[in-house]
């Protein structure tokens, strides 16, 4: 075991550092005092120091700084102070921005921002890299696909997590699934909480960890004391409780915000003789998809997957017509009611004539990962189709598929891993198919030799047992589950099939694929791709489930099937992974509710068609629907990317609504809310989430941006007559500009509120500088500042 450092933020404050002040543009004009903590950081029993290049990218630093050559410069101050006595970590923070579809960077262009950051890293003398505080699984993808295209350093990845999930709704044990995909050499979480808040989330993380983890609590949570931010849990204390981490197989300790030198004397001295062991985990041996919200493992001794296979254009005219045209109503149509019906996974298939797949695959994937929580299968035989939708997908995708097709290992096999991204291997050298179970057996040992000489783990292979259709074929089948048996007992592979082929050409086949379905599970069958909608294999499946002892006490099978009679009963009762999934969407408020973008104008219009006043459709059916919304996104059935798909569905009827509202209302005042980030940060991604759900509950809202002063904050709201100013903060050293604002109000007499919130800002705080209001997120704040902006009207009515 071995010890990183602790904060800097902190320690660069205490010499000189001021609120709101950059602290990579101070370290680059002060290199002497971060090289003063580096030194004690290491005297202290670090073995890992930490560039002071947290905010080293385009999108963050100050202007005038350039990236490379920044970071280049801090990294080899901390390579001198650190000498042969400790590693060099180069820092790599968030940017600040979300990918498409959440925010308005493509991927591409976020992986380029952090190559540049990590060239000056290198360049500088960095031993290895350390992603840090990251709260967005595709920005983490981003910055370690970055990483792999510039070097070879060893690569650590941390994301924060806040009540057991990420701002952007991932949970900790999708994101170990995801970053071991991706290779990383270590993985771990920090900031957010002390460290008895953090052990729950490295608890979460080690059912299927094999990889070395580490962890970097806080020195408890931020108060303020005097107009400074202090953090009160004592080096002793922090120490204590780090034992359950150690005692849990972490590799390294270290200490985030508030954390000292001496934070780290007493840390590193609870596993000084320690001899540490990578503990093994209870669930080992399976390929993992993810989603940005959600792991879906596939084994041979786990229940088997449905993989949905409605979405591919064969055979479907509308769909064909919708996906020339560049439309995915169907599309959409098809993954909630193949979700509904308990699909796992969704095979995405746009092979269409006079369809440009590299770029109508990409652009299907990202308007699913908008609406669909269940990992996608990424259906194309164009390599650069499959490349492009890798670049838009924020977790680890399946692949379909590598064949022996000659060159097609080689130009996917590296990509796979590249990205993380499991695959289906298709045991086909060339036109001739392998009917026999030893010809199939051959030619997939062959492919997996190639993919072991191409560095390709074999925890992204899948096998595809190649089923051949009995009606011309009779020993196909037998031949099939023999190399599903093989693949389990001899190489412990997954394995998959296209369960409908088997009975191509035959009456009755819906009772041959169950029956064929049945078979396949006795003998390893890990994954099916199928119509989900077929009552009788759904049967199958959960029936075989409970025969196969993995569905306890038949709990699942009871609740499914407590109903069923022979002529067809109920499907089982799944959780939906597809927001709304399960309920129509026949009105505004329910497009609203499922994220239904696509189709909430044109239900707008036939409510407006049928004489609805547009006030009763936004009372009656909007405002109800955006509630429900938060509701869910409070009780964590919603995440962000569901809450901000519902938000701009909202946004959209409301703005088609608002010719309508204000010819009826003669152009009737809202209230009004001024919204800023506080000088000196640089962050808006809570902002404008909450300006988002603001304007959708009928609030006019001025945005004044990110790193705005007090005086023009309160100068705003006074001209505009505010009734609410909205302040908000992500980092320590600036949430105490809040104060400023809330004083200014206070001297100048402004009847309006203040309320406050961000990543590091609590109730206390809001308290302790005499804001009005505090809300935890964008849902909470519609509620704040409904009853804020409630009491200065009354105030000013009075």
Known sequence: MFAFDGGMGTLLQARGLKPGQSPEAFGLANPDIVADIHREYINAGARVVTTNTFGGTDFKLDAGLEVVSFNREMT??????????????????????????????????????????????????????????????????????????????????????????????????????????LGVELIGTNCSAGPEGMLEVVRAMLPRLSTPFFAQPNAGLPELEDG?????????????????????????????????????????????????????????DCLVLTSRAQSVAVSPHRRSKVIGERINPTGKKQLTAELQAGQFSEAFRFAKEQLACGAHILDVNVGAPMVREETLLPDLVSALVSRVQAPLCLDSTNADAIRAALDVYPGSPLVNSISGEPGRMQALGPLCKHYGAPFIMLPLLGRKLPVTASDRLAVIESLLREADDLGVPRRLIMVDALVLTVSSKPESAKACLEVIRHCRDEWNLATVCGLSNISFGLPARELLNASFLVMGMTQGLSAFIANPGSNRLMESLSSSEVLLARDPQARDFVAGYAEWKPTGGPLPGRDSHLAGAAAPVETPGQ????????????????????????????????????????????????????????????????????????????????????????????????????????RNNGFEVIDLGKDVPAERIVETARRENAAVIGLS??????????????NLVREQGLNCKVMVGGAVVTQDYADRIGADGYSRDAVDAVKVAKALSGAVAESRGA
Not at 256 to 274: N, Q
Not at 732 to 739: I, K, P, S
């Open 591 to 694: 497009a609203v509710i499922a994220g239904a973008a696509e189709k909430v104008v044109e239900l707008v219009e036939a409510e407006l068609a049928k004489g609805r006043d547009p006030f009763e459709i936004v009372d009656s059916d909007l405002i109800p629907a955006i509630t429900e919304v938060g509701e869910k996104y409070e009780r964590k059935e919603y995440f962000l990317p569901q809450l901000l798909q519902s938000a701009e569905t909202m946004q959209l009827a409301f703005e088609h609504l608002r010719p309508h509202l204000e010819a009826v209302s003669g152009g009737k005042e809202r209230v009004k809310v001024v919204m800023a980030t506080v000088e000196g940060d640089i962050h808006d991604i809570g902002k404008n989430i909450v300006i988002l759900m603001l």
């Open 76 to 181: 080899a101050v901390a390579r001198q102070a650190a000498g042969d006595r400790a590693f060099v970590a180069g820092d790599i923070g968030p940017t600040g921005k979300f990918c498409r579809p959440l925010g308005d960077v493509d991927f591409r262009d976020l992986v380029e921002a952090f190559k540049r950051q990590i060239r000056g890293l290198s360049e500088g003398g960095a031993d290895l890299l350390i992603i840090e505080t990251q709260f967005d699984l595709a920005e983490c993808r981003a910055a370690v696909i970055a990483a792999r295209e510039v070097c070879d350093l060893p690569v650590a990845v941390s994301m924060t997590f806040e009540d057991g999930v990420s701002l952007t709704g991932t949970r900790p044990l999708t994101f170990i699934d995801t970053m071991q995909n």
């Open 729 to 742: 903060a992500l980092m320590t050293t600036t949430m105490v500009r809040m104060e400023e604002t809330v």
């Open 228 to 284: 400074r931010t202090v953090f009160r849990l004592d080096p002793e204390t922090f120490a204590e409780q780090i034992k359950p981490f150690v005692a849990l197989g972490a590799k390294a300790i270290g200490g985030c915000c508030g954390t000292t030198p001496e934070h780290i004397r007493c840390a590193s001295k609870v596993f000084e003789d320690v001899a540490w062991s990578l503990p093994e985990p209870p669930e080992r």
